[in-house]
């Protein structure tokens, strides 16, 4: 009998299991395991131990277990009778799949019942050395990873023959139908719910390839097959376009209608604005009007005050003054009167009209008093000629009893107003 020392397998990643084709090793023999692998001793298709990566020596005192797996061989030779799988532990990546046949499903946005197709990848790695050798291996000689999905014409799972086919194909179907219509997705829109959908075929899958030491670490739905002939889908797809365009109408009205409100707001504002400047303007313009004039009025009065400081007289002598040129424009004369005039005895006439006239411009009594007092001496400020008359009466010089002024030519007192005696 042949006897061999060294224990391994280096072959092709497509192989998910390899069994060594030989069954009798010698004492002390080696086993090397790469990383990437995990050997199984098996015996009466019982797993007596496994050896993951890593260099072994087979010896009884270093793995007691194999003691029942010593039997003598020819020669004295000890020898181990065992069957060793090598179990390769590497993912298996972008492994196809699609449906060999049309979905049919219930579109809940529409209520119509249409067909469509799918299709992706996945990939594949052993989970459990130990399951995937008594569940799917047996007593062949190995595992393909052809013979888990399958190989057909398009390199997937469409037209294969893989032992779990059935199941995914089984798994897309069902479960692609379940969540468009537990998810209430518009078949339309289908393709931006491609991450929930593959996340969903995964765990589903996943529960049933973990009882033959399988696992999908990733699946992938990246295609939704539609069917554009179908006139159930024609109009699907139609009422999902005006449906869209309302919408897009409805929002587009909505959006002038707000442009309008806020335009309308502003508008309201601004003309507020303006009116508010305005008015501030206006005000501002009428109070500079009022400042300027009051202005030049205490500046006329300012420099008639000092007019009349530099000639030497008061504002009660020039008030007199413009008295006696109102009574002389009337017809007033020095005498008791005439039939060409009144007399400058009736002064006290005029005296009336004026403290009516104070009255109306706030003139006091006591500023209406002097001017009446000193009407007398109207005559003398225009050389004693009275209208009608050719010369003035001769009046002897007198004293006021009132005031004490002396020396007084003419009737009336020209400090106080006091008429002298006839």
């Given at each position: 009998?042949?006897?061999i020392?060294?224990?391994?397998?280096?072959?092709s990643?497509?192989?998910?299991?390899?069994?060594?084709?030989?069954?009798?090793?010698?004492?002390?023999s080696?086993?090397?395991v790469?990383?990437?692998?995990?050997?199984?001793?098996?015996?009466?298709?019982?797993?007596?131990?496994?050896?993951?990566?890593?260099?072994?020596?087979?010896e009884?005192?270093?793995?007691?277990?194999?003691?029942?797996?010593?039997?003598?061989g020819?020669?004295?030779?000890?020898?181990?009778?065992?069957?060793?799988y090598?179990?390769?532990m590497?993912?298996?990546?972008?492994?196809?799949?699609?449906?060999?046949?049309?979905?049919?499903?219930?579109d809940?946005?529409?209520?119509?019942?249409?067909?469509?197709?799918?299709?992706?990848?996945?990939?594949?790695?052993?989970?459990?050395?130990?399951?995937?050798?008594?569940?799917?291996?047996?007593?062949?000689?190995?595992?393909?990873?052809?013979?888990?999905v399958?190989s057909?014409?398009?390199?997937?799972?469409?037209?294969?023959?893989?032992?779990?086919r059935?199941?995914?194909?089984?798994?897309?179907?069902?479960?692609?139908?379940?969540?468009?219509?537990?998810?209430?997705?518009?078949?339309?829109?289908?393709?931006?719910?491609?991450?929930?959908?593959?996340?969903?075929?995964?765990?589903?899958?996943?529960?049933?390839?973990?009882?033959?030491?399988?696992?999908?670490?990733?699946?992938?739905?990246?295609?939704?097959?539609?069917?554009?002939?179908d006139?159930?889908?024609?109009?699907?797809?139609?009422?999902?376009?005006?449906?869209?365009?309302?919408v897009?109408?409805?929002?587009?009205?909505k959006?002038?209608a707000?442009?309008?409100?806020?335009?309308?707001?502003?508008?309201?504002?601004?003309?507020?604005?303006l009116?508010?400047?305005?008015?501030?303007?206006?005000?501002?313009?009428?109070?500079?009007?009022?400042?300027?004039?009051?202005?030049?009025?205490?500046?006329?009065?300012?420099a008639?005050?000092?007019?009349?400081?530099?000639?030497?007289?008061?504002?009660?002598?020039?008030?007199?003054?413009?008295?006696?040129?109102?009574?002389?424009?009337?017809?007033?004369?020095?005498?008791?009167?005439?039939?060409?005039?009144?007399?400058?005895?009736?002064i006290?006439?005029?005296?009336?009209?004026?403290?009516?006239?104070?009255?109306?411009?706030?003139?006091?009594?006591?500023?209406?008093?002097?001017?009446?007092?000193?009407?007398?001496?109207?005559?003398?400020?225009?050389?004693?000629?009275?209208?009608?008359?050719?010369?003035?009466?001769?009046?002897?010089?007198?004293?006021?009893?009132?005031?004490?002024?002396?020396?007084?030519?003419?009737?009336?007192?020209?400090d106080?107003?006091?008429?002298?005696?006839?």
């Open positions: 009998m042949e006897l020392s060294v224990i391994k397998y280096e072959g990643n497509e192989v998910l299991a390899h069994k060594h084709p030989k069954e009798d090793f010698n004492f002390g080696q086993l090397i790469h990383e990437t692998q995990e050997a199984l001793f098996f015996r009466d298709g019982r797993v007596y131990n496994i050896f993951r990566s890593g260099r072994y020596t087979l009884t005192m270093n793995f007691p277990i194999l003691k029942d797996l010593i039997k003598l020819t020669g004295g030779e000890n020898i181990f009778h065992a069957e060793v090598f179990i390769n590497v993912t298996q990546m972008g492994i196809k799949w699609g449906t060999d046949s049309k979905v049919r499903l219930f809940p946005a529409s209520g119509l019942h249409i067909e469509i197709g799918a299709s992706g990848s996945f990939n594949l790695k052993v989970s459990d050395s130990g399951k995937l050798i008594l569940k799917l291996v047996g007593t062949n000689d190995g595992l393909l990873g052809s013979d888990i399958g057909g014409d398009d390199g997937g799972l469409s037209y294969g023959t893989g032992k779990f059935a199941l995914v194909m089984n798994k897309v179907k069902s479960d692609i139908a379940r969540f468009i219509k537990e998810q209430n997705i518009n078949i339309l829109e289908i393709d931006s719910y491609l991450g929930g959908l593959s996340e969903a075929l995964r765990v589903d899958i996943n529960e049933t390839l973990d009882e033959y030491g399988l696992y999908m670490p990733e699946f992938y739905v990246t295609s939704i097959t539609l069917p554009d002939d006139p159930n889908f024609i109009r699907l797809r139609q009422q999902f376009a005006d449906k869209t365009l309302k897009r109408d409805e929002e587009i009205k959006a002038e707000e442009a309008a409100r806020e335009r309308k707001v502003f508008e309201a504002q601004t003309n507020a604005q009116q508010m400047v305005g008015a501030q303007g206006e005000a501002e313009a009428l109070r500079i009007k009022a400042q300027a004039e009051a202005d030049a009025y205490k500046m006329q009065a300012e008639e005050a000092v007019e009349m400081k530099m000639k030497g007289y008061t504002y009660q002598q020039e008030t007199a003054r413009e008295v006696g040129l109102e009574a002389m424009k009337n017809g007033i004369t020095g005498g008791s009167g005439s039939a060409g005039g009144a007399g400058i005895g009736d006290a006439g005029l005296g009336v009209t004026l403290g009516a006239m104070g009255g109306v411009i706030n003139m006091t009594k006591d500023a209406l008093n002097p001017i009446m007092g000193t009407s007398a001496q109207v005559g003398q400020g225009f050389g004693d000629v009275i209208v009608g008359q050719t010369s003035s009466p001769v009046v002897s010089a007198w004293n006021c009893p009132n005031c004490g002024k002396t020396g007084i030519t003419s009737k009336f007192c020209p106080c107003g006091t008429r002298g005696a006839e």
